[in-house]
């Protein structure tokens, strides 16, 4: 009607003001939004390292060490002062065939492999972790299994086969025959392998493609793959170490691993201490963000608050003629909350699909260079309602606290003022 019609003249007669405050409050909503998409990716990130992370507070791995060094090591390195517990594993590579895996399945993994063979027999890397018998066993029992089915020399196996950039795994619950063969022709081996959706430790292989399958075995059934010869005959062997003082524990086992004289390459890595820095480095930047972003958008809404109230109190002669030729309190009521709804859709308009556009690039730029390209968006829609709401509370308030004070004067002293 004609209290909004009255509001959009308004609005063209003050083009510059009105486009100072629509920039003012979308910068605002984008500041907030976007701040907060980067914080969640980055607590996003945290929680997907955490839950793929390390088992472990140190981990030593080695190639070309042989089991006899590997072991007398391991036995010394166990004792350090500050380890509560410890464990090592070894990391063969077979290459092995299968004819029992699903045709779907096959479709799928083929597509993703670039793979243009055919037939129901498919060649494929098993990643192989041999651990300590206690451990492995505790895992069965966490699954559920019979331990009976996966003990002795024709013992099951278990098989993850998983999509590592989807973050999905296959065939689980399924029970197939596969065949170890060695690298470049000779002994072959048969397993019997169960397909679960996880592994119990982490591996010591490095440059892992997407799609992998990583067979599960007793440290005891190792010496039944002795003739299977494994892919470039070396296997990765590892240990891992848990400890209350991941630094000083550390520095102990280099001390010890020096004293023992090694020579074959080996590294440390201190997982605990990464898993802090990560921690802590993501609380500096969410402390940053929040403070960055709260001065910003202060900055914004006094911008905001200063235009708003200064193009009221330069209409109170409008204002006051208005109420001179019979502009009631409720028609002047509904001439201010239009013009707050104005201002609050414009803003909308521009200020969410900017955001939404500018939190997806923040959080497609952190996944590609953290290289987790199966996260999930997790888009801040705590943020964008705190904005949809934050921008109509302070244009209104603005209003309220602008018009209230124009009400407060004497309408012949407004036009007098004015005119002179």
């Keep these: 009607g004609l209290e909004g019609a009255l509001a959009l003249k308004n609005f063209k007669r003050n083009k510059k003001r009105y486009r100072g405050v629509i920039l003012s409050l979308t910068f605002s909503v984008v500041l907030t939004v976007c701040g907060s998409a980067f914080n969640?990716?980055?607590?996003?990130?945290?929680?997907?390292?955490?839950?793929e992370g390390a088992d472990g507070d140190i981990s030593f791995v080695t190639t070309n060490m042989s089991d006899e060094e590997f072991e007398g090591l391991y036995e010394k390195l166990c004792?350090?002062?500050?380890?509560?517990?410890?464990?090592?594993?070894?990391?063969?590579?077979?290459?092995?065939?299968?004819?029992?895996?699903?045709?779907?399945?096959?479709t799928l993994y083929r597509e993703a492999m670039q793979d243009d063979s055919a037939g129901s027999v498919q060649e494929l890397l098993l990643y192989t972790q041999f651990i300590e018998d206690d451990i492995f066993y505790e895992f069965i029992d966490t699954?559920?299994?019979?331990?009976?089915?996966?003990?002795?020399?024709?013992?099951?196996?278990?098989?993850?086969?998983?999509?590592?950039?989807?973050?999905?795994?296959?065939?689980?619950?399924?029970?197939?025959?596969?065949?170890?063969?060695?690298?470049?022709?000779?002994?072959?081996?048969?397993?019997?392998g169960t397909f679960v959706d996880s592994y119990p430790l982490d591996t010591t292989f490095e440059g892992l493609p997407d799609w992998i399958f990583v067979m599960t075995a007793p440290m005891g059934m190792r010496a039944q793959f002795a003739e299977v010869e494994p892919v470039g005959g070396d296997v990765r062997k590892g240990m891992l170490f848990?400890?209350?003082?991941?630094?000083?524990?550390?520095?102990?086992?280099q001390d010890s691993v020096m004293e023992q004289g090694i020579l074959a390459d080996y590294m440390f890595y201190n997982l605990a201490s990464a898993f802090d820095l990560f921690r802590n480095a993501n609380f500096v930047i969410s402390v940053f963000m929040y403070?960055?972003?709260?001065?910003?958008?202060?900055?914004?809404?006094?911008?905001?608050?200063?235009?708003?109230?200064?193009?009221?109190?330069?209409?109170?002669?409008?204002?006051?003629m208005l109420r001179s030729v019979g502009m009631s309190d409720r028609s002047f009521n509904r001439m201010m909350r239009f013009e707050c709804?104005?201002?609050?859709?414009?803003?909308?308009?521009?200020?969410?699909?900017?955001?939404?556009?500018?939190?997806?690039?923040?959080?497609?730029?952190?996944?590609s260079v953290e290289e987790m390209e199966g996260m999930h968006f997790p888009f801040p829609w705590g943020a964008l309602a705190f904005s949809v709401l934050g921008?109509?509370?302070?244009?209104?308030?603005?209003?309220?606290?602008?018009?209230?004070?124009?009400?407060?004067?004497n309408i012949i002293d407004a036009l007098r003022d004015e005119l002179a």
Excluded at 295 to 310: D, H
Excluded at 343 to 367: C, K, Q
Excluded at 402 to 408: E, L, M, N, S
């Design 40 to 51: 969640t990716t980055l607590k996003t990130l945290l929680k997907e390292y955490t839950a």
């Design 79 to 106: 004792r350090t002062e500050g380890v509560t517990r410890s464990t090592w594993h070894a990391n063969p590579v077979y290459s092995a065939v299968t004819e029992e895996l699903p045709e779907d399945f096959l």
């Design 143 to 192: 699954l559920g299994f019979f331990r009976e089915e996966y003990e002795g020399p024709d013992g099951k196996v278990l098989i993850c086969a998983a999509d590592t950039g989807a973050h999905e795994t296959y065939c689980t619950g399924s029970t197939m025959n596969i065949t170890l063969r060695s690298d470049g022709g000779g002994q072959e081996k048969t397993v019997r």
């Design 242 to 253: 848990w400890t209350d003082t991941p630094s000083q524990t550390m520095a102990g086992l």
């Design 291 to 320: 403070v960055f972003v709260f001065m910003i958008s202060l900055i914004a809404v006094a911008n905001v608050f200063n235009t708003i109230s200064t193009n009221i109190r330069l209409r109170r002669r409008e204002l006051a």
């Design 341 to 367: 709804i104005f201002y609050g859709l414009r803003t909308l308009m521009y200020g969410v699909p900017l955001s939404v556009i500018l939190s997806f690039l923040i959080y497609r730029v952190l996944v």
């Design 391 to 409: 921008v109509f509370g302070i244009v209104f308030i603005t209003m309220v606290y602008a018009t209230g004070r124009i009400r407060k004067e």
